[in-house]
């Protein structure tokens, strides 16, 4: 079974709906992340969590939301998508001692 | 801030040697990440380089020289299956919490052809 699961794997939606992109792990980590990826701009921090108490933005936090409902699950929001958001998403896991980071299989989100 | 650039894409042939490099400006230094990311796949780890120096592992090896802010890896014996791309990531200042700052590079999509 994969260490770090993402939920669901493709998504095509409509600009001003509510979607929720999950993740689960089961590598034991505290530490989680939220990524997206285009083409030519490679991989930005959205959000992340040391643990279930703590939440931190990232680099491009506008127009996302998180919530750590567990040490294991760790979910982002986009509250009213919009197109430009159309984008790769990576979950990622880290240990607290050298921050190797290990990334979910990524979710595919198209907004019309 | 935190300035991190590799070339954008290489090409080279299946069983011959290709050095993919690394240069970066940070606030702080504390480790360099190479990860490689197939088309559509998530990113894996590869390497990781704290001090200067050579790692080797297997066909692949990493070099660090952090007085240069320069980091390469090596890919020996490409086989096809290594065409991919291949992303450098910085850990760089601490930033509370027992956490460093982690940049990614763009990333080097190599092609590895017949």
């Known amino acids: 079974d994969a260490d770090v699961t993402q939920t669901p794997r493709n998504r095509i939606t409509k600009t001003g709906k509510r979607i929720m992109l999950e993740c689960s792990q089961t590598?034991?980590?505290?530490?989680m992340y939220w990524y997206r990826q285009d083409p030519g701009l490679g991989l930005r921090l959205i959000y992340y969590?040391?643990?279930?108490?703590?939440?931190n933005k990232g680099e491009i936090s506008d127009g996302y939301s998180v919530s750590r409902q567990a040490q294991a699950k760790f979910s982002l929001s986009l509250e009213s998508a919009i197109p430009n958001q159309t984008a790769l998403y990576f979950c990622?896991?880290?240990?607290?001692?050298?921050?190797?980071?290990?990334f979910g299989p990524g979710t595919r989100l198209l907004v019309l | 801030g935190q300035n991190i650039d590799q070339p954008t894409e290489m090409t080279a042939t299946e069983g011959a040697i290709v050095q993919i490099n690394c240069t970066y400006q940070t606030s702080g230094f504390n480790g360099l990440f190479w990860y490689q990311q197939h088309a559509g796949e998530a990113p894996t780890f590869l390497s990781y380089n704290v001090l200067d120096g050579l790692e080797e592992k297997g066909r692949f090896s990493s070099f660090l020289s952090r007085s240069k802010g320069y980091s390469y890896l090596l890919l020996k014996e490409l086989q096809m299956k290594d065409s991919a791309s291949y992303l450098c990531?910085?850990?760089?200042?601490?930033?509370?919490?027992?956490?460093?700052?982690?940049?990614f590079g763009k990333g080097t999509k190599l092609s590895v052809i017949p």
């Open positions: 590598k034991g980590h505290d530490r």
């Open positions: 990622a896991t880290s240990d607290s001692s050298r921050e190797t980071q290990y």
């Open positions: 969590s040391f643990d279930v108490k703590d939440i």
């Open positions: 990531a910085v850990r760089g200042a601490y930033s509370g919490a027992g956490s460093y700052q982690l940049t």
